[in-house]
């Protein structure tokens, strides 16, 4: 991995907290720390998502929620048009 230096501004009643969530989730490397909470962000964003696209799955189908089984056939039925 390459790594590249960054510099970010910190204010310094927010530095306390930054260093107390350091030291628990980064083990104490604030850029360890950096690349969880992107990560973990990331994987909300892929959530709000998803949440979304199945929130305008349903909207298109008047709220109606589909069984297992009807979803399989619905694929079935899709993959042989």
Same mark, same amino acid.
């Given at each position: 991995?390459?790594?590249?230096?960054?510099? %970010?501004? =910190? @204010?310094?009643? !927010? *530095?306390? $907290?930054? +260093?107390?969530?350091? &030291? /628990?989730?980064? /083990?104490?490397?604030?850029? &360890?720390? !950096? #690349? !969880?909470?992107? #990560?973990?962000?990331? $994987? #909300?964003?892929?959530? &709000? *998502? !998803? /949440? $979304? %696209?199945?929130?305008?799955? #349903?909207?298109?189908?008047?709220?109606? *929620?589909?069984? @297992? +089984? &009807?979803?399989?056939?619905? =694929?079935?039925?899709? @993959?042989?048009?």
């Amino acid at each position: 991995m390459t790594a590249k230096t960054v510099g %970010i501004a =910190v @204010s310094a009643d !927010l *530095r306390p $907290a930054l +260093d107390e969530v350091v &030291e /628990h989730f980064g /083990h104490g490397n604030r850029s &360890e720390f !950096l #690349r !969880l909470a992107v #990560r973990d962000y990331q $994987a #909300r964003l892929r959530l &709000e *998502r !998803l /949440h $979304a %696209i199945r929130e305008q799955a #349903r909207s298109e189908r008047g709220g109606r *929620r589909y069984s @297992s +089984d &009807e979803v399989v056939e619905l =694929v079935r039925q899709s @993959s042989t048009s």
